[in-house]
Structures are given as structure tokens and as C-alpha cells.
């Protein structure tokens, strides 16, 4: 299992810790057919086979190879059509009613006070829902509720490409990428400000996500004598020389779990995080006798 570093306990402990979930978390749930939700990658590929021009799907494959799914997307919309597009999206991650997986249960035990998602499926957004009775409120980019709440210092899912609940708002393309960081420009100040001043936990996410690449290299640059972010990563997944340049131009610590290659299965990340649970709620309750 992971062995989790003290001063990270610590932040959680504390409230001094922001969690970001990627598709990976998402990928752990399940619908009553046994369906899982797409990773990005998975969802281009699929969304490829509707494309009827020959060159357009060359593009959009060479886009894919190379990660640069802003760009493939960019390239699907335009040759589905806005409408297309949507019923596609609505019908991959909403219509298959995926159900929360025992990952969203421990990620919420957590009791992180900020929790960030650029996933616009609703399976976290589901259970906490229903496990905090509608007291935690889930808020897109454009709310203009974020700051208050952030101040307040009560919990918050912060949706940062939107739902699928309004797939017109949804940011999935390079387009909506840099409309959205020139019209909610203060948003995305909040998002640099919290890179600032908490510690970051990364679970589930790609090290190619636009929104991690941006804040962090800025926040590397400019404060590059800072406490490092976590990233939490399958071993062998990348070279060690490669993540040691991630290490330097990014500021992270990466966690490694290990991978079951003949199960295809990350039973270790589970066990791990299950693990962080019982760690932070240990410490919690040292500080509550003392």
C-alpha cells in the first residue's frame, strides 16, 4: 500500500488540503449492467467511430496519440454538430445511471473541505448529495457563490468543467477551454490561489489534464522553493527519468500504489485510500482527547 506522508495526514487533518478527482475515480463505478464510465481517452476513441470523413478521423486519432484531447474533441464537435455531440455526451454519462463505488465513500470520509472535479458525471456529486442531506453544495465555474463558501470554510464539490446536466456549459474542447479562462478569469485566480495556500492531493487524474499542467507550472515557476502537491500514480506507469522531470517542472510528490497487470486492477489504490481514512480519523480523535 501507499505509505502516506505525515505532513499530508496532517493537512487533512487540519483542513489544509483541496482533493482533485479525476476520471480514474469515476472509472471505479459501475450501472446495473455492469457499464463503467469512459476515460477520456475511451469517450474520444468511441466518439471517433461517428465521424464519417476519413481525414477528420486521421486528425482526431493523431490528436488522441499524442494526448491532446482539448484538440480531438475540438475536432469531434465540429464534425458531429453541437446537438450530435451533447445526445452523445448525455448518452455515454447520464443515461447509463452509473452508481458511486466504494472509492466515493472513503474520498468523502475524508471530510476534505474542498474537493475538485473536472469530471461532469454526477456519481460523487450523487453521494455526497445524499450522504450530507443536501449541505454540501456542488457549484460549476460559474457560480457566483464559490468565494463565499471557500471563506466560510464549510465543505464544497467544485465542478470545474461543468456537469453533464447542462452539457451546453460543459467545457470538453479547446474552444470552450479558452473561452472559459478569458470570460471566468476570476475563477480560475481562485484555483491558483488555492494551489497557493493548500495542499493539493491529486487521486485519479492524468498529468496531461490542461487544468493541472497550467496551475501548476505556474505555481513551480513562480514558488519553486514551495511544499510539493501529491500525485497519486500507478507504479511503472512512467519511466522513473520522466516523472523525475515532472517531479522538477510540476512541484509534486508522487505516491505510488501497484498495479495487478494480470487483474487489471488497482485493488491497492482502493485498499490505500481506505487506509488514509483510518490514519486521519486516528489523528482527529487523538486531538479531540487532548
Not at 25 to 54: C, E, F, M
Not at 62 to 69: A, E, F, H, I
Not at 125 to 140: C, G, K, M
Amino acid at each position: 500500500m501507499i505509505k502516506w506522508p505525515d505532513n499530508l495526514i496532517d493537512d487533512l487533518v487540519h483542513g489544509r488540503c483541496v482533493l482533485f478527482l479525476g476520471s480514474g475515480i469515476s472509472s471505479n463505478s459501475t450501472n446495473k449492467d455492469g457499464l463503467r464510465p469512459p476515460t477520456w481517452h475511451q469517450l474520444l476513441s468511441k466518439a471517433k467511430k461517428k465521424v464519417s470523413k476519413r481525414s477528420t478521423k486521421v486528425a482526431i486519432q493523431n490528436c488522441l496519440d499524442r494526448y491532446d484531447y482539448l484538440m480531438a474533441c475540438e475536432l469531434i464537435k465540429n464534425a458531429m454538430g453541437f446537438e450530435r455531440f451533447t445526445d452523445f455526451l448525455t448518452e455515454e454519462f447520464q443515461t447509463p445511471s452509473f452508481n458511486p463505488a466504494e472509492v466515493h465513500k472513503h474520498i468523502f470520509n475524508l471530510d476534505a473541505p474542498v474537493v475538485i472535479t473536472p469530471n461532469f458525471d454526477q456519481i460523487y456529486d450523487t453521494y455526497v448529495t445524499r450522504e450530507a442531506n443536501s449541505t454540501i453544495p456542488i457549484l460549476e465555474y460559474d457560480s457566483d457563490h464559490i468565494i463565499s463558501r471557500i471563506r466560510s470554510g464549510k465543505p464544497i464539490v467544485l465542478k470545474i468543467h461543468g456537469s453533464i446536466k447542462e452539457p451546453g456549459k460543459l467545457i470538453f474542447s479547446k474552444k470552450d477551454y479558452a473561452k472559459a479562462r478569458n470570460e471566468y478569469a476570476s475563477f480560475y485566480k481562485l484555483l491558483e490561489s488555492l494551489i497557493l495556500t493548500k495542499t493539493f492531493l491529486f487521486l485519479g487524474a492524468g498529468l496531461n489534464d490542461p487544468d493541472i499542467q497550467l496551475l501548476l507550472e505556474n505555481y513551480c515557476f513562480q514558488y519553486n522553493n514551495s511544499r510539493k502537491h501529491f500525485f497519486v500514480i500507478r507504479d511503472k506507469l512512467y519511466p522513473k527519468e520522466e516523472l523525475a522531470v515532472y517531479e522538477d517542472t510540476l512541484n509534486l510528490s508522487f505516491l505510488k500504489y501497484k498495479w495487478d497487470d494480470k487483474a487489471k486492477s488497482h485493488q491497492d489504490f482502493l485498499d490505500s485510500i481506505a487506509d488514509l481514512v483510518i490514519q486521519v480519523d486516528e489523528v482527529r480523535s487523538k486531538l479531540k482527547l487532548s
